[in-house]
């Protein structure tokens, strides 16, 4: 597995702020359905396994994990579920992140997830076999853990809702799902060593952050080793006993809580201290060059007498490519320069600072890979010339990483995963346009460089077999027979093999520890750093001076260093004799035991509500909602069902039925369906007046998204409406047809509350019809453009300007007032078949942490954001009355990462903006900032 | 007004009050408890000679455990995991009579006189309770207070209920319900313990065997650096496993045992009569051995995820799996001769009482299967 990837992602993803947002109905990025999977499934003992044609041996090695994992599981859990377990494979992430089984956009950091609803694991394949089998136990052992909870509350009659916290959730699957490897190791040695370790009492200040995994696992491992593995199992079959999750483990260990956290944190200390015996920091021993955010892949470039590195840095939540200048006299850093700003529109769609994804050529070429679309592609940009002048595109390979360029910057070689899921090399001549398939199997081959000879290659690869089998070693691939041979047998993982200026080969290994970086000397290779905690990549400014992506105090941070003159260690490269046998994972056996058969659509209830209401005023009224999806999340069907009669002879005449299918299967998603409305509706035209009204039709609307960031959306809909406007003595007859179309654009950032930097706008051209009698004839224009400035990494001022028209034969009205949009004025204050709208508020942090501790409860409310706002608009219909307005200060609480809560304090400015309304509003509301 | 208002008072009293134990029950005291069971050796010598077709079923509120039942004469108690107890009458299979703690009952009381010790783990309590219970007038005349949970079945030994909590405590309870002593155990116990004479064999948390002298009320280590993990015993031999090895010796040779390798994945449980030692591992596999060739005389592959401990009869191996099903293999050949199937996990070890078979399961259902034929 690449190292890194995991620990890289989840600290990036928990602690920037948000770039996802959901895809509601107003705004929201896009997430496209680009590919049209043939889905398939594997019916196993256990399991049903969804892929598509291509990942067929990857899905029956996957297959034969799960099935391996369910009866370990069993065991461990003395437990089994007994209903069939879904399990949906896709052969990527950027494939994963197609997925319609969950409605949010997945980022970069999440290796599959288990969903409640449908009891559905959905699982990308990374590259690397070790680390898919790691996923699929670790999502099983949720699969196990809920419905052996499930069993133990019901079992004792007690409310089955009860849960262990995340910490117990996420460290026991990391626990039962792999053995402590070099990045655990490294995160609790930096967290211990650096001071932010956090104690067992605060564990809700860590909620969901990938220091949580790690120190929860941590805390278990502690647990079993101190008081036996059967506590493991003994916490959760205890569960149904004590309402909080301490008193279980106080009476599962039969100690005081405060005395086991002391024992672990001890013992952690006892481990680690001591490592400062003989490693040092980087912070001690090199320059530190970055500040702030995140920075990896450094790539030295001298253009004349002056030296740059060049890298991918997060400095503001948009991952980019920077330059920085080098000046080894001064001790203050320099202001990076940013060359590529990413993420913001679809050529760039998301860096992937996780992988070695950048280099720099001798001539000044970079080549970078992004998303860009519906695969990876490498751009090619002059670092003289400040433009991009080639885009390396390749249909079959889905995503791509660590590129590198031969001496003389005619030909790249890189690492790619095809669409059967292969992680392979390739090499690219750049002259001729060819690109050459180097290695073609099931191991993850990645890293690869040029060798300085010229006749081959260098690369890593897990295909290491016999005593270390599956260990990322470091080959050679000969170009001139085209042979691959072992340059290293080692029990260890290698990565990032550079040659420095005088030609010598060094690369990182986590050989009896974390990654350091060492020397390729033939028969032997010699440990050239010993820092307590990882180097992940490096690059030359000598052949001793380099600069290195470190990981320290839980930042990825770029130093600049010198190699050790004498060896920290050295040992024979070849340790473990070379064979060419071949290690192959066991895949279950379709011809005898399974079937594979053809995916149909597989329908399941994912909710149904329903809700009978009795008020003094309106009586007993009552409605119900289904919706239905298939196992893939593909196509849904809305059915919902309402009465509101207010008298028994009603009831026939009051039902409000719609019923809508909805696909999102390829590209283009589609919904239709019909509906039947009626009822009495309040008039917005005219106030406290009521008209009976009865609308029974059709709709049919399509999206179409161009790229992530913009879309089509387009919507028809036709109607009968029949309207009794005061009693049955007027009546409104009209067929209705309407039909709209908008352009909507997103590239929003969001911080805690709402957006915090980038654009948005949507523009709505529409008109509505009545075909039949000629009651209703309007057209309708809406334009929406709202812009984050932003002021500093967690401050932006938000601009909104919005106008809505509707003009014609009984056009509809618009509204305003409220927290949305007018604050302080009531909900449709101000109303009109023209409308406007605008904006402007400063979003600042206001308190970072507020924690509330009582006698038997700890409370902590984190992001608490601060606003000063202005707000103005108007509204009319044929002469325009007045402009309004209101400006204040609010606060801003995100809640459990569910719902935001906002509350604001401001005065009404009305009479054209010429003054203020008396006294003050108060306003509570809950909903994102606009 | 009055009398409506008393009489309404009376309902809602009625209404929240426990259940009570029904004082119509009698029983006969000559009759001794059956399938009461201090070795873990689920044995019952006696020939099926039949298959078992469905009869009937009880509703309680909660699952129950493994081994929650016991027989007194025509009558069956019960302990459910949501902590209610229940007195049944196995001529019509009807509930006469419960009671409602608040906890769970995870072991089948102990019943002395008219009056039963009902051990309960205590909701929201760090220590569980031994309720000593008069029947016959329906109220609990003491309460002994015991450390931790009452995981392991409780043991009546001559004058004495002994009760070994999860902690690796001893208490000793007299038949007047009294706490007499406590006795500290060298560990917590890593399986249910067994009963032989006068000593209590446990496996210690490290997975030494120990044994508790009751007469001397010590501990003595039997087996050292044995790793094991389950015990049971048969005609006094002990038996002892752990993994895919397993051992047995007279109680005077214990510290002769030898660990013989078994073709299993890793043993569930085992069970044994005078001749024959049978083992199941957690897939469904069963071996049958020889006792004194020591050779595997049969291997039967049944599959399903078997956690629930094998039961042998005269004449077959009960293997039952969580998945719903009881297979009844004979004990001769290890071939299936029928099985019972049931839509819910099965949740207890099946109890053989007379012509009958019981077994709990989810949802808090106990089925009652009896012989197909009225031979």
Redo the contacts between chains.
């Keep these: 597995m690449k190292k890194g990837i995991l620990v890289k992602t989840a600290i990036i993803f928990f602690t920037l702020v948000f770039s996802i947002n959901a895809q509601f109905y107003f705004f929201g990025r896009n997430k496209i359905q680009y590919n049209d999977f043939n889905w398939k499934v594997i019916k196993t003992e256990h399991f049903d396994i969804y892929h598509y044609e291509e990942f067929s041996e990857l899905a029956e090695i996957g297959a034969k994990f799960a099935e391996d994992a369910y009866?370990d599981l069993?065991?461990k859990f003395?437990?089994?579920p007994?209903i069939r377990i879904p399990l949906i494979f896709y052969n990527t992430h950027l494939h994963f992140q197609q997925t319609n089984t969950t409605p949010g956009f997945i980022p970069e950091g999440v290796g599959g997830f288990f969903e409640f609803m449908k009891g559905r694991v959905v699982i990308p394949f990374l590259g690397s076999i070790p680390g898919f089998k790691h996923v699929i136990k670790h999502e099983l052992v949720h699969v196990f853990m809920t419905n052996k909870i499930y069993?133990v509350l019901?079992?004792?009659?007690v409310a089955t809702n009860k849960f262990p916290p995340l910490w117990f959730i996420e460290g026991l699957a990391e626990y039962w799902s792999s053995g402590w490897d070099t990045q655990s190791e490294m995160v609790i040695r930096d967290a211990v060593l650096n001071g932010y370790f956090v104690p067992y009492k605060e564990f809700d200040r860590i909620n969901g952050t990938y220091l949580m995994y790690k120190e929860g696992e941590v805390f278990l491992q502690f647990i079993a080793k101190e008081y036996?593995e059967?506590k493991i199992v003994k916490l959760m079959e205890?569960l149904?006993?004590?309402?909080r999750f301490e008193?279980v483990i106080?009476?599962t260990l039969?100690d005081d809580i405060n005395t086991v956290a002391k024992k672990w944190e001890f013992e952690l200390k006892k481990k680690y201290y001591p490592l400062y015996e003989n490693k040092v920091p980087h912070l001690i021993k090199s320059k530190k060059l970055t500040e702030n955010g995140f920075t990896f892949s450094p790539n030295v470039f001298v253009q004349g007498k002056d030296l740059y590195v060049i890298y991918i840095g997060n400095y503001d939540g948009y991952t980019s490519l920077y330059k920085l200048k080098i000046n080894e006299d001064s001790k203050e850093l320099e202001e990076p320069e940013l060359l590529i700003k990413g993420e913001l529109d679809s050529r760039f769609e998301a860096f992937h600072a996780m992988d070695n994804s950048l280099d720099v050529s001798k001539s000044g070429i970079a080549a970078f890979v992004t998303k860009s679309g519906k695969n990876d592609v490498i751009h090619i940009y002059s670092l003289i010339d400040h433009e991009i002048i080639n885009k390396l595109v390749f249909d079959n390979l889905v995503t791509i990483n660590s590129p590198s360029f031969y001496e003389d910057g005619t030909q790249i070689t890189f690492s790619a995963v095809d669409e059967k899921g292969y992680p392979d090399i390739y090499t690219y001549d750049l002259t001729r346009n060819i690109l050459e398939r180097i290695t073609n199997d099931i191991y993850e081959d990645t890293d690869p460089i040029f060798k300085n000879e010229g006749n081959g290659l260098i690369f890593c690869s897990d295909r290491t077999a016999g005593k270390y089998e599956g260990k990322m070693n470091l080959f050679e691939f000969n170009s001139t027979n085209n042979t691959i041979n072992y340059l290293t047998n080692i029990d260890a993982n290698i990565s990032t093999p550079h040659y420095s200026p005088f030609g010598e080969l060094y690369f990182t290994s986590d050989y009896n520890d974390i990654y350091n970086i060492w020397k390729y000397e033939g028969e032997t290779i010699a440990k050239k750093t010993n820092f307590v905690t990882s180097v992940y990549d490096f690059g030359f400014i000598d052949s001793t001076k380099i600069i290195t992506a470190a990981f320290e105090s839980f930042t990825f941070h770029l130093y600049e260093t010198d190699l050790d003159d004498e060896k920290d260690e050295e040992i024979k490269s070849i340790q473990n004799l070379s064979t060419n046998e071949r290690w192959y994972p066991s895949k279950i056996n379709l011809e005898s035991r399974f079937e594979r058969i053809n995916y149909k659509n597989d329908y399941s209830l994912d909710y149904a509500v329903s809700q009978i209401i009795t008020d003094p005023v309106y009586g007993t009224r009552g409605g119900a909602l289904f919706t239905l999806s298939d196992l893939l999340g593909n196509d849904k069907y809305l059915f919902y069902l309402y009465n509101t009669a207010e008298v028994q002879s009603d009831i026939l005449k009051s039902f409000n039925l719609s019923l809508s299918k909805i696909n999102l299967k390829g590209r283009t998603n589609y919904a239709f369906g019909v509906f039947n409305y009626s009822g009495r509706r309040y008039d917005i035209r005219e106030s406290d007046s009521y008209y009976y009204e009865k609308v029974y039709g059709g709709f049919f609307d399509l999206i179409f998204p161009i790229s992530v960031f913009n879309r089509l959306e387009m919507s028809n809909s036709i109607a009968n409406s029949d309207k009794d406007l005061v009693g049955d003595i007027i009546t409104r007859k009209s067929m209705l047809i309407s039909n709209s179309i908008s352009y909507v654009h997103d590239n929003t950032l969001w911080g805690p509350t709402g957006p915090m930097d980038g654009n948005r706008y949507r523009i709505l051209l529409g008109y509505t019809s009545d075909v039949r009698y000629s009651n209703v004839n309007f057209y309708s224009l809406i334009g929406d453009y709202r812009h984050y400035l932003r002021l500093d990494t967690r401050t932006s001022l938000a601009l909104r300007g919005s106008v809505y028209i509707n003009h014609g034969k009984e056009a509809r009205r618009y509204f305003a007032g409220g927290s949305w949009d007018l604050r302080g004025w009531p909900r449709f204050k101000i109303r009109g078949e023209k409308l406007w709208l605008a904006s402007m508020e400063y979003r600042f942090p206001l308190i970072d942490q507020f924690l509330i501790k009582f006698p038997f409860l700890g409370i902590g409310f984190f992001n608490i954001r601060g606003a000063l706002y202005m707000d103005a608009g108007g509204a009319w219909d044929k002469y325009y009355k007045e402009t309004i307005g209101s400006l204040g200060a609010g606060i801003r609480i995100n809640f459990l990462n569910s719902i935001v809560f906002r509350y604001d304090i401001g005065k009404k400015i009305e009479n054209n903006f010429n003054s203020f309304q008396p006294g003050l509003f108060y306003q509570f509301f809950f909903g994102v900032d606009f | 007004m009055n009398k409506f208002i008393l009489f309404f008072v009376i309902i809602i009293f009625a209404s929240c009050s426990q259940q009570l134990i029904l004082k119509r029950l009698s029983f006969d005291e000559t009759k001794a408890e059956q399938s009461r069971n201090y070795t873990n050796n689920f044995f019952y010598n006696k020939a099926l000679e039949d298959s078992f077709i469905y009869k009937n079923e009880i509703s309680i509120?909660?699952?129950l455990d493994r081994n929650p039942f016991f027989f007194f004469d025509s009558y069956l108690f019960a302990g459910d995991?949501?902590?209610k107890f229940y007195i049944i009458d196995i001529n019509n299979n009807k509930v006469i009579g419960e009671n409602k703690f608040s906890?769970?009952i995870n072991v089948p009381p102990i019943l002395s006189n008219y009056r039963l010790f009902i051990p309960v783990?205590n909701?929201?309590e760090?220590y569980s309770s031994i309720y000593f219970y008069d029947i016959l007038n329906s109220k609990v005349l003491s309460e002994i207070k015991i450390d931790?949970?009452l995981d392991y079945s409780l043991i009546k030994y001559k004058d004495n209920i002994i009760a070994i909590n999860n902690?690796g405590e001893l208490y000793r309870i007299n038949l007047a319900g009294n706490m007499e002593s406590k006795y500290k155990l060298i560990s917590?116990l890593?399986s249910e313990p067994i009963l032989i004479n006068e000593k209590i064999y446990y496996i210690c948390?490290k997975g030494d065997l120990f044994s508790f002298s009751l007469t001397e009320n010590k501990s003595n280590i039997e087996l050292e650096n044995f790793n094991l993990e389950k015990i049971f015993s048969t005609n006094e031999e002990i038996v002892v496993y752990k993994n895919n090895y397993y051992g047995f010796e007279n109680e005077d040779n214990i510290s002769k045992i030898n660990m013989i390798y078994v073709p299993l994945s890793?043993i569930q449980s085992g069970v044994s009569d005078k001749e024959k030692l049978f083992f199941v591992d957690?897939?469904g596999n069963v071996v049958c051995i020889d006792k004194e060739s020591k050779n595997v005389k049969w291997k039967s592959t049944l599959g399903g995820?078997t956690?629930i401990p094998l039961v042998l009869t005269a004449d077959y191996l009960l293997v039952t799996n969580?998945?719903g099903e009881i297979i009844f293999v004979s004990k001769d050949s290890g071939i299936e001769n029928s099985r019972i199937k049931v839509e819910e996990?099965i949740?207890t070890i099946p109890q053989v009482y007379e012509r009958q078979i019981y077994f709990g399961v989810?949802k808090?259902l106990i089925k009652i299967y009896e012989k197909a034929n009225t031979k």
């Design positions: 009866d069993k065991i003395n437990h089994v007994v069993n019901s079992d004792h009659r036996g059967e205890n149904w006993k004590f309402p008193q106080e009476f039969n | 509120k909660g699952n995991l949501a902590g906890g769970s783990n909701y929201d760090n931790g949970n902690r917590e890593k948390s890793k957690f897939n995820f956690n969580s998945i996990r949740k989810a808090g």
